[in-house]
């Protein structure tokens, strides 16, 4: 795919998803959510692909939806095939077998911080400032936002958040688990990528990618009944799997881990992974 608003790279096993509007100060579009999704598909796709990097260009990360931009966000809601431009970031990051890392600078506010909810790491500039401010503006969270956002920093604070729509900074992220570090402006890059780098070394795709959507699964389960029905399938496999065997040998040897499964092709034998619309 010919993008146009975000720009897309993969090199040594790291997917790069870069915004690309600043001019905009990277205005969120219709053009930008499809082209998202199908960058998020396309790393998805690529089994040398392991980790995701999601960055923007220019002073802010994204300051929301562009209302200058003239798209209409207007759709079918009885359409089961029609989702809205947030989600259609949201739901193949929430669905993705690769963790994600969002690299977040300036102004994260609106749907320019609610489509990172899904990542699995928010890092974030010193000068980053956030805020859901839908109310503010007679909208309303999107991007599965509403689920996502009480999960990370817990209802009362959810609440507060969305109520009253005020931005707030990064401290006040950070202390909730909001963003899970806090770096330099010039440093913020390279954090992530340093992240990228250790988690594509040294961990097993198949197991991130149980892990990180299993996680997901579980979060609004009323008890644990359902986790122990997971484990009984993913041990039972665990024990018998090549990666298991790499990963041991490796840590005996005092080597670097060679694993060799495809997150994509392993994790299809556990049904309990699949996102289903209700």
Known sequence: MEYTTITYSAADQIATITLNRPEARN???????????????????????????????????????????GDPTVGDPDDPN????????????????????????????????????AADFRLASEDARFGFVFARRGLFPEGGSLWFLPQIVGLAKAKEWMITGRIFDVDEAADTGLVTGVYPREELWTAADALARD???????????????????????????????????TISYGFTSPDMAEGVASFLQKRQPAFTGVAREEVSRFPWLAFERE
């Open 199 to 233: 988690i594509a070394s040294n961990v097993a795709p198949v197991s991130v990618a149980v892990i990180r959507r299993g996680l997901t699964v579980m979060a609004a389960r009323g008890n644990p009944e359902a986790a122990f029905a997971i484990d009984r399938q």
């Open 82 to 117: 029609w989702d809205e431009p947030a989600t259609r970031v949201a739901r193949p990051m929430a669905n993705l077998n690769k963790p994600v890392i969002a690299a977040i600078q300036g102004a994260a506010v609106g749907v320019g911080l609610s489509m990172t909810l």
């Open 27 to 69: 205005g969120f579009t219709l053009t930008m959510a499809d082209e998202l999704n199908a960058a998020l598909r396309a790393a998805d796709r690529d089994d040398l692909v392991r980790v995701v990097i999601l960055r923007a260009v220019g002073k802010h990360f994204c300051v929301g939806m562009d209302m200058a931009g």
